[in-house]
């Protein structure tokens, strides 16, 4: 086997692994290593990106990446984004509200059968079209403030990181499908969100 396949078997250990930093490390030698002789890793660097692009720390690699050096030489970027805020101005993480309706939220799926699911970038998975029922619900009631923009990456945080929903998809995908779908209606669901409430 010469250099080039050697070098395509160490990628395809990399990409099993499913480990961001690790991954960025690798594609970081191999960039030092394009410089010396190109011909060997052409074809695997944009093999590489493309995984790398699909694993959890990507996005959060981006907004880093992004953010704008001040004339105090300290950086700023966009604010990591929550789905409850106590403070709309500054972005602060209302806690208390947000460990309430986690709780609600995984009573409602266990009530229905849906705990056991896992995150999806699809709009027919019943736990997407749960959650955003239960976002029309908390403006209606006024939980979530009518000036509020809920976004998608929010709506990926409080499912993976309140509700301790296990990670199927990347919060990069959840984006893509799911930014700007506050509308997406379901009235059966609605219908079960409201007496799940009821009742409380």
């Known amino acids: 086997m010469d250099m080039s396949g050697h070098i395509h078997l160490l990628v395809d250990v990399a990409m099993q692994e499913r480990d961001y930093h690790d991954a960025l490390v690798l594609r970081r030698y191999l960039e030092t290593f394009n410089r010396i002789d190109n011909h060997l890793v052409e074809a695997e660097l944009p093999r590489l990106d493309a995984y790398i692009a699909t694993l959890d720390g990507y996005y959060e690699y981006l907004e880093q990446r992004n953010r704008k050096p001040l004339k105090n030489g300290t950086r700023i970027g966009r604010k990591k984004e929550y789905l409850f805020v106590s403070d709309e101005a500054s972005s602060v993480k209302d806690e208390e509200t947000t460990a309430e309706q986690a709780s609600l939220f995984i009573e409602f799926l266990t009530l229905n059968g849906l705990d056991s699911m896992s995150t999806s970038a699809s ?31 929010a709506i990926y945080r409080f499912l993976t990181d309140d509700c301790h929903i296990r990670k199927e998809v990347t919060i990069k995908s959840f984006y893509n499908v799911f930014n700007h779908c506050e509308d997406m209606k379901n009235q059966e669901m609605d219908d079960k969100v409201a007496d799940f409430f009821a009742h409380r």
Do not use: D, E, T
């Open 123 to 153: 709009k027919s998975s019943p736990m997407n079209i749960a959650i955003f029922a239960f976002i029309r619900y908390w403006r209606r009631r006024g939980i979530l403030a009518p000036q509020h923009i809920v976004s998608a990456n």
